[in-house]
């Protein structure tokens, strides 16, 4: 199993520029999550998806958008990226797990996205 | 709303001292908490979890962590650090989030330096 990859590794951008960061997972999770890391903030919320279908804003969601394209992929798109926008982007997935309360999430290996 | 704190930004340990990291959380029902490592440039590897049960946790890499619930910590701890403990820590708690899934909030994390 390769767990959570993500694409790309690397990428700049000028201010205006629009990407999509890809998310896959070949765990069977049915969850998934997108988390911007700064330094000094940890990682924060940016959207997340329940099951496919279904995606819900986190803490940050402000110039993101993603889509939950099958139960493997969730994708992230900038439509017009921001030097605000500057950051370490990871993806996670988590399984079922036990009924009620929430489950450990697995880690993509991060995308570090530069805007200038 | 749950949030975490870690109050330690930056750690420095001789090479075989023990550690202790700490993290409190504020969360309003029976919190569910996490233990996470980044390495540098890396995503995050989970290191322990507590559910429910004993408050005391056994880890990967002979970490282990013990929850008080009367003083909101779940505090992470090592008898003897290698170097290559040499990371960042981030404490999370989880919560039941829309739809039943569940999101972490994570806390600003732990820098970990090594000294021979």
């Known amino acids: 199993n390769a767990g959570v990859t993500q694409t790309p590794k690397f990428q700049v951008l000028k201010t205006g520029q629009s990407m999509t960061l890809q998310c896959a997972q070949d765990m069977n999770h049915n969850s998934m999550y997108w988390y911007r890391q700064d330094p000094g903030m940890g990682l924060r919320l940016i959207y997340y998806s329940a099951s496919e279908g279904t995606t819900d804003k986190g803490e940050v969601p402000n110039g993101y958008n993603v889509s939950r394209l099958n139960k493997r992929e969730f994708s992230l798109r900038l439509e017009s990226a921001a030097p605000s926008q500057t950051s370490v982007y990871f993806c996670?997935?988590?399984?079922?797990?036990?009924?009620?309360?929430?489950?450990?999430?697995?880690f993509g290996p991060g995308t570090r996205l530069t805007v200038t | 709303a749950q949030s975490v704190t870690q109050p330690d930004i930056h750690i420095t340990v001789s090479e075989g001292a023990s550690l202790e990291l700490r993290c409190n959380y504020s969360?309003?029902?029976?919190?569910?908490l996490f233990w996470y490592v980044q390495s540098p440039g890396q995503g995050l590897q989970l290191l322990l979890k507590y559910f429910s049960g004993d408050t005391l946790v056994q880890g990967i890499k002979g970490f282990e962590a013990e929850f008080k619930r009367s003083q909101s910590s779940f505090n992470l701890r090592k008898p003897s650090v290698h170097w290559s403990d040499a990371a960042e820590y981030f404490c999370?708690?989880?919560?039941?989030?829309?739809?039943?899934?569940?999101?972490?909030?994570f806390g600003t994390g732990t820098r970990l330096t090594i000294i021979p």
């Open positions: 969360y309003g029902a029976t919190p569910y």
């Open positions: 996670a997935s988590s399984p079922p797990g036990l009924a009620g309360g929430p489950k450990e999430q697995y």
């Open positions: 999370a708690v989880g919560a039941l989030a829309n739809f039943g899934n569940e999101k972490l909030t």
